[in-house]
C-alpha cells in the first residue's frame, strides 16, 4: 500500500528575543522543521546573558552561576550534534566562599558529603543534621522539582498523572507551609548555616524569610547536581547556542525591535516591525511577560492579577578591573551582612538597599586566566537591589560604592578602591532599559508567594492560539536552566 508522506514543512516561527530562552526555543524549532526567525532589539544574541571587555578584562554582564548543564547540552543533542563540540564546560569542586561579619569563613564543597563533613567541623553542629537536610533537598528536586519545573502548570493532564499525583503526596506540609527561613532555623539551628541555606532563595531574587520551603531543593543544586564553568565563561552559553542556530538554519535578525505581535480572530498572525509586517504561524515570545502585553499586545486583554505580581529582586553591579590577585577568594564569593532579615525587608518593602548588603563577587579569571591581565582580576561586584520604582540610583550608587568597599578593604585587609583600575556600573534602571526586564527584576515575579508557582503566566497563550510565552518571567521562572525549560515546555507543545 502506498502512503502518502507530507513534506510540507511546518511553516514560519518568529521567536521576540534572542535571551537564552529565545536561543533555546529557535534551536527547538528548527529541529521540527519550522523556518525559523530570531527577532532581536540588541545588536548581539544572549540578553541578560552578554559579555563586554573593559580595556583587557573581559566581563559576563549577567548571569555568573551555571547549574543544570544538562538544560543546555540536551539542545544538541536533539540536534544531532556532538555538545562538547560546541560547548566545552567542567565541574567545580568548590561552590563558593563564603565570609561572615564575626569572622567566620567557609569554602562550600559541591560533594555533599564533604560540604556536610567540614561545615559540621566549622559549625560545630553534628554532621548527620547537615547531611540529612541535603538528603531532604535532593528528594525535593527529584520529586516536587519534576512536577513544578518541567511540566505546565495550567493543564489538567498535569495534574491527572497518576505520577504527578503520587509525588505531590510525598511532600511535607512544611515544605509547602513554612517560610524557607523558618525551615532552616527549625531544621539546621546554627545561624551561619541558616544564613548559608537560606540564601538559596535569591537564585530566584525572592525573600528568604516569605519564600516557601520548597526553595530548599535549590540547595540540591549546587550540593549535589554540582556547579560547573563554561570554557570561555558564561558567554559560551550563548555562543554556543547561536552557532547551533545558525548550523540549524536559523536566520537571526538584531538591531530590530518588534513592536506588535499581531491577532486576528484570536490567531497569531505575526508580528510588525515598524510599517513592516512578518507574517508568521507561531510566535513565541522572550520578551518580559509585563512588556509583551503593555507594548506588543496593547488591544488584548491583559491577565492583570499576573502582572500586578511582586517582582523579584534587581541588582547593583560594579565591574571592576583590579590590579591586584587575592589567594582568598576563588570564582565565587559571598560577604553576608550581620543582619539578612532587614537587608530583605529593605529590598522588598523600603525600596532601599541596606548600608550593609551582602556582597556577591563572581571572578571569573580563577578560572579563565585571559579574562584578566597578568597580576590583576577581573570582579563582578553585586549586590541585591530592590526594583527599580524611580528611586534616586545616583545617589543609591554612591552610598552602596562607599558601603562595599569598607567593607571589602576591611575583609582582605588592604584598601580596595586604589587598586581598581577599570569600572563600568550596572543599575536596575540600565538592567530595565537594555534588556526590557520590566522594573530591572532579574527573574520577572518574584516567588515570596506559597503560590507563586501558580501566579506566573503560562507558557501557552490561554487565548491566542499559536502564541507562546518563554523566558525567565513566565512558567517555571527565572534563571539560565529554568529560561530554558521554559521553551522546551512550550515547543513539547507545539
Ligand atoms: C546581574 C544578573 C545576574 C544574574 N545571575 C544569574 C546567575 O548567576 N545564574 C542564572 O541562572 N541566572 C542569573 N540571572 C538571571 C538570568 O540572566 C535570566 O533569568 C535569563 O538570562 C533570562 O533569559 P531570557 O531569555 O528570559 O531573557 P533576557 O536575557 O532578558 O533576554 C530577552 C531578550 O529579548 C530582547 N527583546 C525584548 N523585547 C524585544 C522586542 N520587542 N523586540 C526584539 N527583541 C526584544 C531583549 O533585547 C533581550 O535580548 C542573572 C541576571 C542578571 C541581570
Known amino acids: 500500500m502506498n502512503r502518502k508522506v507530507d513534506t510540507t514543512p511546518p511553516g514560519r516561527a518568529v521567536v521576540i528575543g534572542a535571551g537564552i530562552a529565545g536561543l533555546g526555543a529557535a534551536i527547538r524549532l528548527a529541529v521540527k522543521g519550522y523556518d525559523t526567525h530570531v527577532v532581536e532589539a540588541r545588536k548581539e544574541p544572549g540578553g541578560k546573558l552578554h559579555s563586554f571587555d573593559l580595556e583587557g578584562f573581559r566581563f559576563d554582564a549577567g548571569p555568573s552561576l551555571f547549574t543544570m548543564p544538562e538544560q543546555v547540552t540536551e539542545l544538541f543533542d536533539l540536534a544531532g550534534r556532538d555538545p562538547a563540540a560546541y560547548f566545552p564546560y567542567r565541574q567545580l569542586n568548590d561552590a563558593c566562599r563564603y565570609f561572615w561579619p564575626d569572622g567566620h569563613r567557609f569554602i562550600a564543597r559541591t560533594d ?3 560540604f556536610a563533613r567540614e561545615a559540621a567541623a566549622t559549625f560545630h553542629v553534628p554532621e548527620s543534621e547537615i547531611r540529612e537536610h541535603l538528603i531532604h533537598a535532593r528528594d525535593l528536586l527529584q520529586s516536587a522539582g519534576k512536577v513544578f519545573l518541567h511540566k505546565p502548570l495550567n493543564r489538567w493532564q498535569t495534574w491527572t498523572d497518576p ?4 509525588t505531590l503526596l510525598t511532600l511535607k506540609a512544611a515544605d509547602l507551609l513554612y517560610p524557607l527561613d523558618r525551615l532552616n532555623r527549625l531544621r539546621l539551628k546554627e545561624p551561619h548555616l541558616v544564613q548559608l541555606f537560606n540564601r538559596f532563595a535569591t537564585y530566584n531574587g525572592s525573600d528568604p524569610y516569605r519564600t516557601p520551603g520548597l526553595m530548599t531543593m535549590i540547595a540540591a543544586l549546587e550540593h549535589g547536581q554540582g556547579v560547573f564553568f563554561p570554557e570561555g565563561g558564561m558567554v559560551a552559553i550563548t555562543r554556543a547556542l547561536h552557532q547551533l542556530g545558525l548550523d540549524l538554519g ?13 491577532v486576528q480572530q484570536q490567531k497569531v498572525r505575526g508580528i510588525r516591525i515598524g510599517t513592516e509586517t512578518m507574517p508568521a504561524d507561531l510566535v513565541l515570545s522572550d520578551m518580559d511577560i ?8 496593547p488591544d488584548h486583554p491583559a491577565p492583570e492579577r499576573i502582572l500586578r505580581q511582586e517582582r523579584s529582586t534587581s541588582a547593583l553591579v560594579f565591574y571592576w578591573g583590579i590590579q591586584h590577585t ?9 560577604f553576608f551582612s550581620a543582619d539578612y532579615q532587614q537587608e530583605f525587608d529593605l529590598l522588598f518593602r523600603g525600596e532601599e538597599v541596606t548600608d ?19 597580576g590583576g ?21 554612591q552610598e552602596v560604592r562607599n558601603n562595599v568597599l569598607k567593607r571589602l578593604t576591611r575583609e582582605l585587609g588592604q584598601p580596595i578602591e586604589p587598586l581598581i583600575v577599570r569600572e ?3 543599575s536596575p534602571p540600565g538592567i530595565e532599559a537594555d534588556t526590557l526586564s520590566y522594573q530591572g527584576a532579574l527573574y520577572g515575579n518574584s516567588s515570596n508567594n506559597r503560590f507563586s508557582a501558580f501566579l506566573r503566566h503560562p507558557n501557552e497563550n490561554p487565548t491566542i492560539q499559536g502564541l507562546y510565552h518563554i523566558g525567565g518571567t513566565v512558567h517555571p521562572g527565572g534563571g539560565i536552566p529554568l529560561s530554558l525549560l521554559s521553551a522546551k515546555i512550550s515547543t513539547e507543545r507545539i
Open 424 to 426: 563600568k556600573i550596572w
Open 356 to 374: 550593609d548588603p551582602t556582597i556577591y563577587v563572581h571572578i571569573s579569571c580563577k578560572e579563565e586566566s585571559g579574562d584578566a591581565p597578568s
Open 250 to 262: 536559523v536566520t537571526y535578525h538584531f538591531n530590530t525591535t518588534v513592536d506588535e505581535i499581531l
Open 377 to 397: 582580576e577581573n570582579w563582578f561586584v553585586m549586590v541585591n537591589a530592590p526594583r527599580h520604582e524611580g528611586q534616586d540610583w545616583t545617589a543609591i550608587i
Open 326 to 334: 587575592f589567594e582568598e577568594l576563588g570564582l565565587h564569593n559571598i
Open 112 to 114: 555533599p558529603e564533604q
Open 290 to 297: 509585563w512588556y509583551t502585553y503593555r507594548r506588543l499586545l
Open 163 to 166: 505520577a504527578v499525583v503520587t
